[in-house]
């Protein structure tokens, strides 16, 4: 019973409108690779200044933040097959973690004197 049920789920897949050529779904992407371009922009500015193991590992995450978005566009325009789409979208998000909780083990604990003891 378990069987015929999951075989209709994953036979009515054909139903779903593709993602090449949407108009909708690009320019939702694009307007997220705007927004992720100023913030990587920004990261990248900082990590200059503060030259920082921390910062250069936050802005390689938003770097790959910006990939994401390029693989997207290129997804929705029939460039990338949504099995690379899949594979390279899920590396990044691994990568993304990955950077994130590095940097966030790199940072110095606060000190003591913050914490009011009383």
């Known amino acids: 019973m378990m069987d015929a049920t999951l075989t209709v789920v994953l036979s009515s897949s054909s139903e779903w409108p593709g993602v090449e050529g949407s108009l909708l779904l690009l320019g939702i992407i694009l307007l997220a690779g705007l927004g992720t371009g100023l913030l990587f922009i920004a990261s990248a500015v900082t990590c200059l200044r503060r030259r920082s193991p921390r910062y250069t590992l936050i802005t390689v995450a938003v770097g790959a933040l910006l990939v994401r978005s ?20 899920h590396t990044l998000d691994f990568a993304i973690a990955a950077l994130v909780l590095s940097a966030v083990y790199l940072s110095k604990p606060a000190s003591d004197a913050t914490f009011d003891r009383n």
Do not use: A, D
Request: proline share 5%; hydrophobic share 45%.
């Open 70 to 89: 390029f693989v997207g566009v290129g997804t929705v325009s029939g460039r990338v097959p949504m099995i690379y789409h899949h594979v390279i979208e």
